[in-house]
């Protein structure tokens, strides 16, 4: 996965555990999880006409 391995995604975890604490943690994960919701929903969807309707 993106040629990352165990030690350097432990490094990376420790790092947002050290800046935003673990507090902020389930709030970011969620966050995350909306977005990462609401970009497969748009890319899935049927594309959108905007063009607009000759009167």
Same mark, same amino acid.
């Given at each position: 996965? !993106?040629?990352?391995?165990?030690? %350097?995604? +432990? =490094?990376? &975890?420790?790092? =947002? &555990? +050290? $800046? !935003?604490? $673990?507090? *902020?943690?389930? %709030? +970011? ?7 990462? *919701?609401? !970009? ?5 969807? %049927? %594309?959108?006409? =905007?063009?607009? *309707?000759?009167?």
């Amino acid at each position: 996965m !993106f040629g990352l391995g165990t030690t %350097e995604l +432990i =490094v990376i &975890l420790a790092i =947002v &555990l +050290i $800046v !935003f604490g $673990v507090g *902020k943690l389930p %709030e +970011i994960g969620g966050g995350m999880g909306k977005a990462l *919701k609401n !970009f497969k929903k748009a890319t899935s969807d %049927e %594309e959108i006409d =905007v063009t607009p *309707k000759k009167r």
